[in-house]
């Protein structure tokens, strides 16, 4: 399901973190560095390494456009840089100075969260570069930290065991008891699952911890007031901390690693990837593509190929349109063909505006401009012609084909079909 394709060697000491975006992997480390690679042939861009921090880099991430880079260190600083060129756009100190553990923008790039080791959490404006709210967790240290795909609450974890959840006021709405020896990680998939008695406003949520387990959960929205944690299972197969964990885009696939890492889906270990020498600290996969990145106490980044025959993230939206017509894209979908058509930078805006396949073909001049306020001439008029050109595939390929003529896994079209026994993946879902 997944092959070794590339080994980055470059940091002189622990990796605690990599990111992706849509053309970049970021790593952080122990030694000080954020180092930044191309996806194309993962050399290293001329401006890496980014120096700035004094100690150790806990952690990095990419905002979702991907033009903008966060790091947070043991210095008690969370830097913001231009991930074009590596300028240094910002640096935002904790107002307690605690070493910074933890840092997440939020879906639309609106916000930056920094979680410090004296259980301090910090709310940050991006548009102005400065601090907007913060608050505090009962008792340990911020280690973890997810949004929620619509941007308006996020999920800190903590090392005395908790999983607290925010609203973008910085009010708690529900705190929960998760790992008895304290969190590690969490992540949230964008992808909106059913619970059993809701249809909507459902999502999943994955944390680990010291514990050797790793627990998902539902997160429900009640209303714009109120959220809820609901504890569905307990992915067993680890027989030590678990360190990191990480969905696939599309919620299918969990990735995470302790001496190994492991793609699970419900509870079913997929594959074990074991070519790291220590513990595997830190993973992800790369949005809308075949990658996943991880890093490890042995210095190294590992760099995989997942098969796209698996149930996993990353199967391309152009695959993708061969079993559904734009109208009937998700959210996520869209996400993947903006990043397709060299827009990757609207992919938040997007998804804050909910645009699923149906309203992404019915967008107009007028709405572009008046509800979700692009005001480039020549980004609308690409966009526009973008959108024109999918209309015209979507009528070409609207005659339905019987589904029985359709290959039950991959869904093409059948030549020369038999039958055979086969067997039954259960996802996260």
């Known amino acids: 399901m997944a092959t070794l394709i590339h080994t980055l060697t470059d940091h002189s000491d622990d990796v605690n973190c990599c990111a992706f975006s849509s053309s970049c992997l970021a790593t952080c480390s122990l030694d000080k560095t954020i180092r930044i690679y191309s996806l194309n042939d993962f050399t290293e861009l001329p401006y890496s390494p980014l120096k700035g921090h004094t100690y150790a880099v806990h952690c990095c991430c990419f905002s979702p456009s991907g033009h903008t880079l966060a790091s947070c260190s043991t210095d008690g600083a969370t830097i913001v840089w231009d991930a074009r060129d590596g300028r240094m756009l910002a640096v935002l100190e904790q107002p307690t100075g605690s070493p910074v553990r933890v840092c997440r923008f939020s879906p639309e790039s609106t916000y930056l969260v920094s979680g410090a080791a004296d259980g301090s959490v910090v709310l940050w404006n991006m548009h102005s570069m400065k601090f907007y709210r913060s608050g505090n967790v009962k008792d340990g240290s911020l280690v973890a930290c997810a949004f ?210 149906k309203e992404l073909l019915n967008l107009t001049r007028e709405s572009l401009i008046n509800e979700l306020k692009i005001e480039s001439l020549g980004l609308r008029s690409k966009i526009l012609q973008k959108i024109e050109e999918l209309r015209m595939k979507t009528v070409s390929v609207s005659v339905a084909v019987p589904d029985e003529f359709l290959c039950p896994i991959t869904r093409e079209l059948m030549k020369d079909p038999v039958i055979a026994a086969g067997m039954t993946l259960s996802n996260v879902e």
């Open 148 to 357: 929620s795909p619509a941007g308006n609450v996020f999920v800190t974890g903590s090392s005395c065991g908790d999983l607290t959840m925010w609203d973008d006021k910085m009010r708690c709405l529900c705190n929960e008891k998760a790992h008895d020896l304290g969190v590690t990680c969490c992540d949230i998939s964008s992808h909106p699952v059913s619970d059993g008695e809701r249809t909507s406003g459902c999502f999943q949520m994955a944390s680990c911890g010291q514990d050797n387990k790793i627990k998902v959960w539902f997160i429900l929205f009640a209303d714009f007031l109120g959220g809820e944690l609901r504890y569905k299972c307990t992915l067993s197969g680890h027989s030590a901390p678990v360190l990191a964990c990480a969905f696939s885009y599309d919620g299918q696939v969990l990735v995470s690693g302790h001496k190994y890492s492991f793609l699970q889906n419900t509870g079913n270990i997929l594959h074990t990837l074991s070519q790291h020498t220590r513990y595997v600290t830190t993973c992800a996969f790369a949005p809308h593509s075949l990658l996943l990145a991880t890093g490890s106490m042995d210095k190294t980044v590992h760099i995989w190929q997942l098969d796209n025959k698996q149930p996993c993230a990353g199967n391309s939206i152009e695959n993708d349109s061969k079993i559904r017509t734009a109208e009937n894209w998700s959210e996520d979908d869209v996400s993947a063909w903006l990043c397709a058509q060299g827009f990757a930078e609207l992919v938040g805006l997007f998804k804050a505006n909910n645009i699923d396949g």
